[in-house]
């Protein structure tokens, strides 16, 4: 917090600089004027909380000096110090809302008590504009929200458009700024990112899509211009040289806004396949379809049988592929390559270790979520690829105990309420021991070799159509069929009828 002491008696003005405990206060920056118009001038740079004055100064008193300063902004609180207790000095006081008038000689502790009063006034005015703020910001993402969703509330957007002041007529254009996973995201970034646009557009939305790491921006603009829209993307990816920008068209309707959204997104997107891109715009609608093909998965898992070498051909020929589809969304990609991926650890149980940040099928999902482009994952997969040459991790042999427990879940798998507990006590170990050993050599838990264990069962049925998801979800030992689906499509991405439907187009 920040105050101004005026007063043109020097004593006076560092006597109380070092009679008053500051810090207590909560004051941690002062300035002194030795007169009023000095305080004016250094008042309009230094932006003081409180302003401490005293009302008899050359050149401009204190009272004229709190006048003109305060018609400007009424949010500094002001204490008035004077050796003349005058009626009209009271009476000016009060008109500007004065905390407090106190004579001359002061009074140390009637001081401190006003500043202390001074203090908790303008901590309640940071708290009232923290609160208009947060509820203004709040409107505005609503509205960022409705204009850019599929059934928009018009008159919810025309009562939002007025409180926050942003026209409804106009040319408009959605702008998104995707952040790099390796880029802290900060809460200061809200106001750099406004701050850096109202240059090209006094009227700006924008809200934050935490999860996709995105800023979302909708700027009405003064006239339909390219060069327009060109400096504003140019312009905020020099600020922002770590983030890709994507545009979508301008547009001549707010109802609109929702076509430049959709573009704006699908442009953002490409720089997952094209990283060393900075700046995506796309002027017109992306036609077609642009998705991940549904039997992928399926094929792969018929593959991971096959020798090695046609699994690297597959992974190959996959990422090309993918490469060559720059609107497919990169979730729906991450979410593809995750299943392959765990697929492949599930078939190749040696691969753990082999990524140092790889240790188990948890850190798969967390590592390919934390890389920003197709060519890392594949990058990730091609390194994997060499260390299955090896014939000898299929053929890896485990330890007479646990090859006990493997041999004991295929027997027991589809009881519902098989647990290691169980599992040990056959064996005559303690659950802990066996838990360490089974995951020492296989690189899972007996809880997760069991659940993968069911899983591929659960697929191997699914294939056979004369099986029902409700009879498969009892015979592979799941609760119930809602379980076995939801199991399932956490696993795979696909719940087990769109499995099934996938696999009989192979």
């Known amino acids: 917090m920040k105050i101004l002491i005026a007063d043109d008696d020097a004593y006076t003005r560092e006597g109380l600089v070092e009679s ?76 500007l809302s004065a905390v407090d008038f106190i004579e001359k000689p002061i009074d140390r502790s009637a001081l ?39 059934q928009p509330d018009p008159k919810t957007i025309e009562k939002l458009a007025q409180e926050v002041g942003f026209p409804l007529t106009g040319v408009y254009v959605c702008v998104f700024l995707q952040y790099s996973a390796k880029q802290p995201l900060s809460e200061e970034d809200d106001d750099k990112l406004m701050a850096s646009i109202q240059a090209y557009s006094a009227k700006t939305l924008g809200q934050w899509d935490k999860e996709k790491r995105q800023f979302q921006m909708v700027l009405a603009l003064s006239d339909r211009n390219q060069h327009q829209l060109a400096s504003i993307c140019a ?7 770590q983030c890709w920008v994507g ?23 490409c720089a997952f396949y094209q990283t060393e891109r900075k700046i995506f715009r796309i002027s017109r609608e992306i036609r077609g379809k642009h998705a991940v093909e549904p039997g992928i998965y399926g094929e792969f898992l018929q593959i991971l049988s096959e020798p090695p070498e046609k699994i690297q051909d597959r992974f190959c020929t996959l990422f090309k592929e993918l490469q060559e589809n720059i609107y497919c969304p990169r979730e729906q990609v991450c979410t593809l390559v995750a299943s392959l991926l765990l697929a492949l650890y599930r078939a190749y149980p040696g691969l753990y270790g082999k990524h140092p940040a790889i240790k188990n099928e948890e850190d798969i999902q967390l590592v390919l ?30 330890s007479r105990i646990v090859q006990s427990a493997i041999e004991y879940i295929a027997r027991h798998f589809r009881e519902k309420d098989l647990s290691v507990a169980q599992i040990a006590d056959y064996l005559h170990f303690s659950p802990d021991y066996l838990n360490v050993l089974f995951k020492q050599e296989t690189k899972l838990t007996i809880k997760q070799y069991v659940n993968n264990y ?53």
């Open 112 to 150: 401190r008590r006003a500043l202390a009063r001074a203090v908790e006034e303008v901590r309640e005015i940071r708290r009232h504009r923290a609160a208009v703020e947060d509820q203004r910001n709040i409107r505005q993402q609503t509205l960022v929200r409705l204009l850019c969703s599929e």
């Open 20 to 95: 008053i405990d500051w810090e207590t206060l909560g004051i941690d920056e002062i300035m002194q004027a030795v007169n009023g118009q000095d305080a004016l001038t250094t008042a309009r740079w230094f932006h003081p909380d409180i302003i401490l004055t005293d009302i008899r100064m050359p050149q401009m008193d204190g009272l004229a000096f709190a006048r003109e300063l305060l018609a400007g902004s009424r949010e500094s609180r002001v204490i008035f110090i004077s050796g003349y207790m005058e009626i009209d000095y009271l009476k000016d006081a009060i008109q």
């Open 454 to 506: 069911r899983l591929e069962k659960s697929m191997a049925m699914l294939e056979k159509d004369f099986y029902k998801v409700t009879e498969i979800a009892e015979l592979c030992g799941y609760d119930n069929a809602n379980y076995f689906a939801k199991a399932f499509r956490k696993a795979t991405g696909m719940t087990p009828t769109e499995y099934r439907e996938n696999h009989e187009h192979l």
């Open 369 to 398: 979520t934390n890389m920003e482009s197709l060519q890392e994952m594949e990058l990730l997969i091609l390194d994997l690829l060499p260390c299955i040459q090896d014939r000898d991790m299929e053929k890896k042999t485990f």
């Open 235 to 241: 312009a905020l990816s020099t600020e922002f040289p």
């Open 247 to 269: 545009a979508g068209a301008e547009v001549e309707d707010h109802r609109q806004i929702r076509n430049s959204s959709r573009m704006a997104a699908a442009a953002v997107n």
